[in-house]
């Protein structure tokens, strides 16, 4: 079953601004993590958070989460045309490494120059 | 150098067909998968490999068997292809204790 839900599915910024995508997901995780996907290419890992940790910060990157409500942020601040990319939650319930990770639907990020 | 690598790319075949995928990694993990991504870019884990050992195998039909002959290799095999496989097959790997993910290019599977 699916596990997290991105908000909002599609996104449309000018270039430098920052955006934010949402996850939610539903059951208990060790972590969760961000991938970044460009069209017809495989997805590449951003950040990975842990369940005990709520804020994280990468470069340009920001997340944060919140176990209690079950949700997770990624910032991009000062976007660039090269973010465009469709970007995906992804959670592991045991973090020991061997289960697979739960995907999102992901969210479309597209950046106007 | 690439990390995950997969062959081949593109794959177009009719149903009823047999095929395989192929899957290497060179970053030494311990672990790898197979993911399938829909039409709808959705991704879902079809199996995880643990020192050649079946880690999870969700509901996959059975027609799919993947194939581990080392600890860098995965390969897919599928029997009597249906539309339904028509898919991009992702294969990943990671060191057990890291967590992050590796992905590979992606095979984009179409069944005609």
């Known amino acids: 079953s699916q596990q997290g839900e991105e908000d909002p599915q599609a996104l449309s910024i000018q270039e430098g601004e920052n955006a934010t995508m949402n996850c939610s997901y539903k059951?208990?995780?060790?972590?969760l993590q961000w991938y970044r996907q460009n069209s017809g290419r495989g997805l590449v890992h951003l950040i990975l958070?842990?369940?005990?940790?709520r804020e994280k910060h990468s470069g340009r990157l920001r997340v944060t989460l919140d176990t209690s409500k079950k949700s997770s942020s990624l910032l991009i601040t000062a976007s660039r045309a090269a973010d465009t990319a469709s970007y995906f939650c992804?959670?592991?319930?045991?973090?020991?490494?061997?289960?697979?990770?739960?995907f999102g639907k992901g969210t479309h990020l597209i950046i106007q120059p | 150098d690439t990390a995950v690598s997969q062959t081949p790319k593109y794959l177009v075949t009719q149903m009823g067909n047999d095929k395989s995928i192929k899957c290497e990694q060179n970053?030494?993990?311990?672990?790898m998968y197979w993911y399938k991504q829909d039409s709808k870019k959705f991704l879902k884990i079809m199996f995880s490999?643990?020192?050649?050992?079946?880690?999870i195998n969700e509901t996959v039909p059975n027609r799919f068997s993947p194939k581990s002959p080392d600890k860098a290799h995965l390969n897919l095999h599928i029997n009597s292809l249906e539309l339904g496989d028509s898919a991009v097959y992702f294969c990943a790997s990671s060191s057990v204790i890291a967590g992050e993910q590796y992905f590979g290019p992606g095979t984009r599977l179409t069944v005609t």
């Open positions: 992804a959670t592991s319930e045991s973090g020991g490494g061997a289960d697979g990770l739960t």
């Open positions: 059951t208990s995780i060790n972590n």
């Open positions: 958070i842990r369940s005990n940790e």
């Open positions: 970053l030494g993990h311990d672990t």
């Open positions: 490999y643990n020192n050649k050992e079946l880690i």
